[in-house]
């Protein structure tokens, strides 16, 4: 696989090992409290530079019309990408381990706290902060669209096109991606050939 470069022309890092993709995507999963998108850019764009934010954009949507959670699909992906099978399955351990065990040890202390109001708050309360990182990092990305097949007017678009079908509508996402996925994808296959 040709080396990929950042904005800059500079060649983009890689996981020394699948060692180094465990350890690094635990790290990254044991902070992703409330969702990981804007800690997994961070991480792997701007921290890590193993992707650029256009390679991001294009791998995360792949992962988000996959079945299962999107930052396990990516980081699938990126694991296979670097070291095969063997990277997938670290990079899978490294996702799932450790917030296993936390999401284990936490029911069982909510078990015994689910009645406390200020419980109930607390977790109404983090709904806020999830919806305020996953904007915020949706217009972080916002630049990688100028590279887009699509370009951004066409991609806004079809952005307003699936919030208008999926949180006015209630049309079932399934149905909604295989439409205007199927329809974004032919429109960007014909400007690219």
Same mark, same amino acid.
């Given at each position: 696989?040709?080396?990929?470069?950042?904005?800059?022309? %500079?060649?983009?890092?890689?996981?020394?090992?699948?060692?180094?993709?465990?350890?690094?995507?635990?790290?990254?999963? /044991?902070?992703?409290?409330?969702?990981?998108?804007?800690?997994?850019?961070?991480?792997?764009?701007?921290?890590?530079?193993?992707?650029?934010?256009?390679?991001?954009?294009?791998?995360?949507? *792949? +992962?988000?019309?996959?079945?299962?959670? @999107?930052?396990? @699909?990516?980081?699938?992906?990126?694991?296979?990408?670097?070291?095969?099978?063997?990277?997938?399955?670290?990079?899978?351990?490294?996702?799932?381990?450790?917030?296993?065990?936390?999401?284990? +040890?936490?029911? /069982?202390?909510? !078990?015994?706290?689910?009645? @406390?109001?200020?419980?109930?708050?607390?977790?109404?309360?983090?709904?806020?902060?999830?919806?305020? /990182?996953?904007? %915020?990092?949706?217009?972080?990305?916002?630049? %990688?669209?100028?590279? @887009?097949?699509?370009?951004?007017?066409?991609? !806004?678009?079809?952005?307003?096109?699936?919030?208008?079908?999926?949180?006015?509508?209630?049309?079932?996402? /399934?149905? *909604?991606?295989?439409?205007?996925?199927?329809?974004?994808?032919?429109?960007?296959?014909?400007?690219?050939?």
């Amino acid at each position: 696989m040709p080396a990929s470069t950042d904005a800059d022309g %500079a060649p983009l890092a890689r996981p020394r090992s699948c060692r180094d993709l465990f350890v690094s995507l635990s790290v990254l999963a /044991l902070q992703g409290f409330g969702g990981v998108l804007a800690v997994v850019q961070r991480e792997m764009v701007e921290r890590k530079r193993w992707m650029t934010r256009e390679e991001f954009v294009e791998e995360w949507a *792949v +992962a988000q019309i996959m079945p299962g959670p @999107n930052v396990v @699909n990516l980081s699938i992906m990126l694991g296979a990408r670097y070291f095969g099978w063997r990277g997938s399955l670290a990079a899978v351990a490294g996702m799932l381990t450790f917030p296993l065990l936390v999401v284990l +040890a936490l029911a /069982l202390v909510y !078990a015994e706290f689910s009645a @406390n109001p200020q419980v109930a708050g607390a977790l109404r309360g983090m709904g806020a902060v999830a919806a305020g /990182l996953i904007t %915020a990092t949706g217009l972080k990305l916002l630049p %990688a669209l100028r590279r @887009n097949a699509l370009g951004v007017p066409l991609s !806004a678009l079809f952005g307003v096109l699936v919030f208008v079908a999926v949180a006015w509508l209630k049309l079932p996402l /399934l149905a *909604v991606l295989l439409v205007l996925g199927g329809i974004a994808c032919v429109l960007a296959y014909r400007r690219l050939a």
